[in-house]
């Protein structure tokens, strides 16, 4: 229980827990929407890019270079408008 207690009155510590009021932390946590939008979107992409290499390495093989452009092509079209749309309903719900 010491070292907790001594933890505690650690500067470096305090400043974890309360930051100071010029910190980068202390301005982020000012904007909580704006940073837990940021960091979602920054998963989303990532996880629709490992799905889309994954699904066009099983697909490569099975489908036609024509039909492959096809299904490319409606993705980019579907990103195109499900982005926005989905930035103007969490604007709204937010």
């Known amino acids: 229980m010491a070292q907790q207690l001594d933890l505690c009155l650690e500067?470096?510590?305090?400043?974890?827990?309360?930051?100071?009021?010029n910190s980068w932390r202390a301005r982020l946590s000012r904007r909580p929407t704006l940073v837990l939008w940021s960091s979602s979107l920054v998963g989303v992409d990532l996880a629709h890019i490992y799905g889309g290499v994954h699904t066009h390495d099983l697909l490569a093989d099975r489908l036609t270079?024509?039909?492959?452009l096809q299904l490319v092509r409606g993705v980019i079209i579907f990103y195109l408008?499900?982005?926005p749309l989905s930035v103007l309903v969490y604007v709204h719900v937010a």
Do not use: E, H, Q
């Not at 500067?11 to 009021?21: E, G, K, S």
């Not at 270079?65 to 492959?68: C, F, L």
């Open 11 to 21: 500067d470096r510590a305090r400043d974890l827990v309360y930051p100071p009021p």
């Open 65 to 68: 270079d024509a039909t492959i």
């Open 81 to 83: 408008c499900a982005f």
